[in-house]
């Protein structure tokens, strides 16, 4: 085996770390209370409102709006605090030291909308151009968007917090999903707490796979049993039992990793769905709409068919033919079936107007009726009147 005290080094290295090792370190521009920091240009003609909460940037062009820098660290992430009403495709652009001053490069983003303040992280790191440096950054918007920038902060992190963070990944695991029944992401790793937050948040993750590492650590012991043995025949015996131990044990601590987070799933379940009162409990990405069926099932009994309204079709459609069959759920605009019962889940923007007709986005899409019974908001069952 590889020697002990090796081990019990490189853990007392990482306790003696100073603390100035384990934190970021951080450059910041910060807009709110009608502040402007000297340095920042526009290009594209914006117009720009101070305001207590941040600057108010409304672009009539495509609008770059950046400055230069001089930065005695690396930047890993641009995080950036905002507040908009609609989605906005925005970019990071920025300029390599030695390049030509017009070469800018840029990579895209996207504004989500908010309910106040709200924050975006762009990791850097994962863009093959970026080289944790530039003498310029800039935030770019797209013609007829308008966005408030409160906070533009500049990230990286030192060796002891990335070591830190990429132990935590290892054990952040992802939430169960239909697709988890034929294929798990395994364990990833990445290297700063924002990356290590949004590591699931996206189909693919946002990280590399720890299955590299360990490929790299059984690499390294093949090669050294092959050394050992070859300079060394008579401990061929003892090599190759090292060699199949170390083997063995990464085996096993893969094993309790991808075991902890099927114990993870069971936990889950068990915390937000089994022991808690109906009406209350949800289950997985489907929330409370299992609930919500069964309760649904009773009312449309007497009718053959009705409409059936959700966020999107695909699981909810198809329970819901199992949960109230034999009455089947059928799509909306079909007034040659006459069909007059409106089951709507989780379509805050279908609303009952002042004539009672359901109604999306000033759009009418009934007769006037009725709620039967209401859920929460954009949860019901409506009846049209005869």
Request: glycine share 6%; aromatic share 16%; charged share 20%.
């Amino acid at each position: 085996m590889f020697p002990r005290h090796l081990l019990s080094i490189s853990l007392l290295a990482l306790l003696l770390l100073p603390c100035s090792a384990l934190s970021a370190t951080i450059t910041e521009w910060e807009f709110s209370d009608g502040v402007f920091h000297e340095g920042w240009e526009a290009g594209g003609n914006p117009s720009f409102e101070r305001r207590p909460d941040g600057l108010l940037i409304t672009t009539l062009a495509q609008t770059l709006f950046g400055r230069s820098i001089q930065l005695t660290h690396p930047i890993e992430v641009i995080a950036i605090d905002y507040m908009g009403y609609d989605p906005i495709e925005g970019w990071v652009y920025w300029h390599k030291p030695g390049d030509h001053p017009d070469d800018l490069l840029r990579a895209p983003f996207l504004f989500s909308p908010t309910e106040g303040i709200g924050t975006v992280n762009v990791d850097m790191t994962k863009y093959d151009k970026w080289k944790r440096n530039a003498d310029f950054v800039g935030i770019g918007l797209p013609e007829g968007s308008q966005l408030l920038i409160q906070r533009i902060r500049l990230m990286s992190w030192s060796p002891g917090e990335k070591l830190i963070e990429g132990l935590k990944s290892f054990w952040t695991f992802d939430v169960r999903r239909p697709s988890s029944v034929n294929f798990l992401w395994g364990p990833h790793i990445v290297w700063n707490p924002l990356a290590r937050e949004m590591m699931f948040r996206v189909s693919a993750p946002a990280a590399e796979s720890v299955n590299r590492y360990f490929y790299y650590v059984m690499a390294l012991g093949v090669a050294w049993a092959w050394f050992k043995i070859r300079k060394h025949p008579a401990s061929k015996k003892k090599t190759c039992t090292t060699l199949l131990t170390l083997m063995a044990v990464l085996w096993i601590f893969y094993d309790v990793r991808m075991g902890s987070e099927f114990f993870g799933y069971l936990q889950r379940d068990y915390r937000k769905y089994w022991s808690r009162p109906v009406g209350e409990r949800t289950f997985r990405e489907r929330s409370y709409f299992n609930d919500f069926a069964a309760a649904i099932a009773p009312m449309v009994q007497d009718r053959e068919e009705y409409i059936f309204v959700a966020t999107h079709r695909w699981p909810f459609l198809g329970l819901m033919r199992y949960y109230t069959y034999p009455s089947v759920p059928t799509h909306p605009f079909q007034e040659d079936r006459n069909i007059d019962t409106w089951v709507v889940y989780d379509r805050p923007d279908i609303i009952v107007n002042k004539q009672g007709e359901l109604e999306s986005e000033g759009t009418v899409l009934s007769s006037p009726g009725t709620v039967l019974h209401e859920f929460s908001e954009g949860t019901f069952i409506f009846r049209e009147q005869p």
